[in-house]
């Protein structure tokens, strides 16, 4: 599986994350560019930077052969938290961020959990929290991608500590998947600084779910991710519900291979009998949250 990293060269968080990612694995720098910008590699991972904003970044993938694609980005809050997140990408609702009206991009489940729990491993002992985010916003594309982010506010976009916990959770939660073991120029053992096969790494299987209620920041995923053997694909949070129909459950089950609906039972609200109903017409299989955690 051939991963494309994509930085933005005008952004603080985007560059910190890309910094550290080249100076603490052994990236190498290759003769060809991308928009006049170096591109790195390591193993099967290539580290772009692009100089447009990512979230209109529409079919970046006709221009970079790759088989997924992780956007390291900023994230934004008012309350200006030590947060990290990441996320899968789509519009349930109109295109007021990048992508298409009510379009979904593919997800990559088993990544997405593995980057979710590498972060929150490496947030332990700091200030930073780490939590999954509804599916949300661009860029468009038809290969699978998702946003890892670093926020939530200009005090921790240039915050070293926390790019390096972005930077070691991406190149982890890629080895889960792939394969193979990176050597970080930080550690203790320099003997060979080159990347290494690694025949132990750990590759799991999980079972794909489509996430539907609850909040933005979405406690049913992140416990799904992190206490099962469930692999959230695409959250279509409380917000967003009434934009749900019968097409774009069927689009999210198929664009992250979704084995069945896990509803947050407590945070679908008034749209909660809807989409029951829903769900019981075309036979898609669900559960209750209440019934799992």
Known sequence: MN???????????????????????SFNKLEEEFEDNNIFEL?????????????????L?????ADVFVFLSKHKAAEGRASLTCHPIGN??????????????????????????E??????????????????HGPFMEKPLLFVELGSNEKYW???????????????????CNGFAATNNNTSNKKNNETTKNENIEKKNYESVFVIGGSHYNHVANKAMLKSDLAVGHICAKHNLDSLDENLIKEAMEKCNAKFV???????????????ELLEKNNVNYKRSDKIF
């Open 3 to 25: 991963i494309a990293l994509i930085s933005y060269s005008k952004e603080i968080a985007s560059t910190n994350i890309k910094e550290n990612l080249i100076n603490n694995f």
């Open 43 to 59: 193993n099967d991972i290539k580290l772009y930077t692009i100089n447009s904003e990512m979230i209109h970044a529409n079919d």
């Open 61 to 65: 993938d006709k221009k970079i052969d």
């Open 92 to 117: 349930f609702g109109e295109a007021d961020k990048g992508g298409k009206d009510k379009t979904l991009c593919h997800s990559y489940p088993s990544l997405l959990k593995n980057m979710f729990i």
């Open 119 to 136: 972060l929150n491993k490496n947030v332990e002992n700091s200030e930073y929290e780490a939590t999954l985010e509804a599916t949300h």
């Open 158 to 176: 240039g915050d070293k500590e926390g790019a390096d916990i972005v930077a070691k959770s991406v190149i982890k939660a890629i080895e889960k």
């Open 262 to 276: 896990l509803l947050d039972w407590k945070g679908l609200g008034k749209e909660k009998a809807r989409i029951l």
